[in-house]
Each structure stands twice: as structure tokens, then as C-alpha cells.
């Protein structure tokens, strides 16, 4: 059973920093995309950064600020946001598919619970 893991939300002040991370057990993702999407309160579900083999995506949004990163010796994905701002704040969620690269949210068959992400001004 494929299972997603994400830790390292939290509150924090705007500015500042915080590192999301995924563990994925019962599948091995080295060679598939994974991808952090994020739910504002009152919005759609969307994607925010995306690594696979060889291509890296980041939302207009983030971009500059987040960087995404993988361990595949651990199975782990990493979501390294900076300069956080209030808009930032959300649910944000772990996914992975069995492609080998999409940034699109219906690709994505595996999903973690996700986890509060909250800046405040």
C-alpha cells in the first residue's frame, strides 16, 4: 500500500522559513514525478512545485522563493520555502505519479494527507 507522509508545516511569521517533507513508503518514486500542490481556504487545489528525472517546476507564485528537491536513497521529497507570505498560507499536499513528468494534478494517483502551512502578518 502506497502511503504519502508530509511533515514540517506550521506557523510562522511572514519572512520567514520552512521546509516541508514527504516520505513515501510502499512504492519507489526515483523514477516518477512528485509534486507539492497547496489548497488556500476557499480555493481550488493547486500545484506549486514539481521534480521528476530530469525537470524541476515551480508556479509563478513561488518561484524565486521555494525550492524542491528529492532524496531518492530515502524516498523523500522536500519543500524548502522562503520568504514566506500570508498568501502562502494553506493545506499543502504531497503527490506523486507513476509518470515520469506532469504538473498535472489528475496524473498525480497518490496523495498524503497534507499539512497547515500558516503565515501571519
Known amino acids: 500500500q502506497v502511503q504519502l507522509a508530509e511533515s514540517g508545516g506550521g506557523l510562522v511569521q511572514a519572512g520567514g522559513s520552512l521546509r516541508l517533507s514527504c516520505v513515501a513508503s510502499?512504492?519507489?518514486?526515483?523514477?516518477?514525478?512528485m509534486g507539492w500542490f497547496r489548497r488556500a481556504p476557499g480555493r481550488e487545489r493547486v500545484i506549486v512545485a514539481a521534480?521528476?528525472?530530469?525537470?524541476?517546476y515551480y508556479s509563478d507564485s513561488v518561484k524565486g522563493r521555494f525550492t524542491i528537491s528529492r532524496d531518492s536513497a530515502k524516498n523523500t521529497v522536500y519543500l524548502q520555502m522562503n520568504s514566506l507570505k500570508p498568501e502562502d498560507t494553506a493545506v499543502y499536499y504531497c503527490?506523486?505519479?507513476?509518470?515520469?513528468?506532469?504538473?498535472?494534478?489528475?496524473?498525480?494517483?497518490?496523495w498524503g494527507l497534507g499539512t497547515q502551512v500558516t503565515v501571519s502578518s
Open positions: 521534480i521528476g528525472w530530469r525537470n524541476t
Open positions: 503527490a506523486a505519479t507513476g509518470f515520469e513528468w506532469s504538473v498535472r494534478s489528475n496524473d498525480y494517483a497518490y
Open positions: 510502499g512504492h519507489t518514486f526515483s523514477n516518477s514525478a
